[in-house]
């Protein structure tokens, strides 16, 4: 059974930078699309980058205007979501996902996703 794990949450300033990072364990993520979404207190979860298997189609929801990239390294078997120029706005739990069948146009809907970490906090807050 895949497990995944997100690190690298915490407490940053507006404007600050993180980088969030996904592993697994009990198998392989390198055959799977990779999506990251967060959810804010009172909201639903909503999808923020994907990437495909092997690392080079990526899709960002709109709002990220450009602060957030996502990445993966097949190597070491993780993937990544970096959020620069952090906004208050930005505070949720961010999760990572794993599913099969990468497609790129609807990668940001959490139904093609099987597999869910539990979430790592994100507070933008000075």
């Known amino acids: 059974q895949l497990r995944l794990v997100e690190s690298g949450g915490g407490l940053v300033q507006p404007g600050g930078s993180l980088r969030l990072s996904c592993s697994v364990s009990?198998?392989?993520?390198?055959?799977?699309?990779v999506g990251w979404f967060r959810q804010a207190p009172g909201k639903e979860r909503e999808g923020v980058a994907c990437i495909g298997p092997e690392g080079f189609n990526t899709k960002l929801a709109d709002f990220t205007w450009g602060r957030f990239m996502i990445s993966r390294d097949l190597a070491k078997d993780e993937a990544y979501l970096e959020i620069d120029n952090q906004e208050p706005e930005d505070t949720a739990v961010y999760y990572c996902?794993?599913?099969?069948?990468?497609?790129?146009?609807?990668?940001?809907?959490?139904?093609?996703?099987?597999?869910w970490g539990q979430g790592t906090q994100v507070t933008v807050s000075s």
């Open positions: 009990g198998g392989t993520m390198n055959y799977f699309g």
């Open positions: 996902a794993l599913g099969p069948g990468f497609l790129l146009r609807a990668c940001l809907d959490l139904n093609r996703y099987d597999y």
